[in-house]
T-cell receptor, first 116, second 111 residues
Framework: DAGVIQSPRHEVTEMGQEVTLRCKPISGHDYLFWYRQTMMRGLELLIYFNNNVPIDDSGMPEDRFSAKMPNASFSTLKIQPSEPRDSAVYFC??????????????FGPGTRLTVL | QKEVEQNSGPLSVPEGAIASLNCTYSDRGSQSFFWYRQYSGKSPELIMSIYSNGDKEDGRFTAQLNKASQYVSLLIRDSQPSDSATYLCAVRTSGTYKYIFGTGTRLKVLA
């Protein structure tokens, strides 16, 4: 399996522009997570989906952020308009729940976003 | 109070020594605990998961869980320079499949 795929790997944009990050989870996984990682705040959960349905988006910082999962093999995280404080590494992770205890999350390589 | 707390380090240990990494959590109902390793510029990868009180061993790694004290630790025996990385503690919050990560402890193993 190719693992979790994210694109682009690097994105540099100017303040006010729209940014779209993409994720392809591991085939057969039923959970998908979007995280943001910064030096100051560490790894923060933004939103997660189960079977393509958003379950908890309480970590989405504000209305400028939105996420969708139109099907089991694709998800997007959109920032509109982008601001310099959005600069971070954004990770997508997927997992397959095999028991009530939780499951291993497999992380993608991340997208390093820089907003100038 | 942060939900999952770790000492940021760096924790420096000589090669061959035991490295001890600690994590405390605030949600008393949490049932699932994970340790991830993250090399600089890379994504986190799972080292171990633990669900029951006590110790769980896997090779050079031992995870320890004490739910009464809300404490989970990771021991790395015979530390190698290749173990130098940031170690993230993650807790699955009760009643959800939401995982909260600590900010990580940076480990440096000195050759």
């Amino acid at each position: 399996d190719a693992g979790v795929i994210q694109s682009p790997r690097h994105e540099v944009t100017e303040m006010g522009q729209e940014v779209t990050l993409r994720c392809k989870p591991i085939s057969g996984h039923d959970y998908l997570f979007w995280y943001r990682q910064t030096m100051m705040r560490g790894l923060e959960l933004l939103i997660y989906f189960n079977n393509n349905v958003p379950i908890d988006d309480s970590g989405m910082p504000e209305d400028r952020f939105s996420a969708k999962m139109p099907n089991a093999s694709f998800s997007t995280l959109k920032i509109q308009p982008s601001e310099p404080r959005d600069s971070a590494v954004y990770f997508c992770a997927s997992s397959f729940l095999t028991s009530g205890k939780g499951a291993t999350q497999y992380f993608g390589p991340g997208t390093r976003l820089t907003v100038l | 109070q942060k939900e999952v707390e770790q000492n940021s380090g760096p924790l420096s240990v000589p090669e061959g020594a035991i490295a001890s990494l600690n994590c405390t959590y605030s949600d008393r109902g949490s049932q699932s605990f994970f340790w991830y390793r993250q090399y600089s510029g890379k994504s986190p990868e799972l080292i171990m998961s633990i669900y029951s009180n006590g110790d769980k061993e896997d090779g050079r790694f031992t995870a320890q869980l004490n739910k009464a004290s809300q404490y989970v630790s990771l021991l790395i025996r015979d530390s190698q320079p290749s173990d130098s990385a940031t170690y993230l503690c993650a807790v699955r919050t009760s009643g959800t499949y939401k995982y909260i990560f600590g900010t990580g402890t940076r480990l440096k193993v000195l050759a």
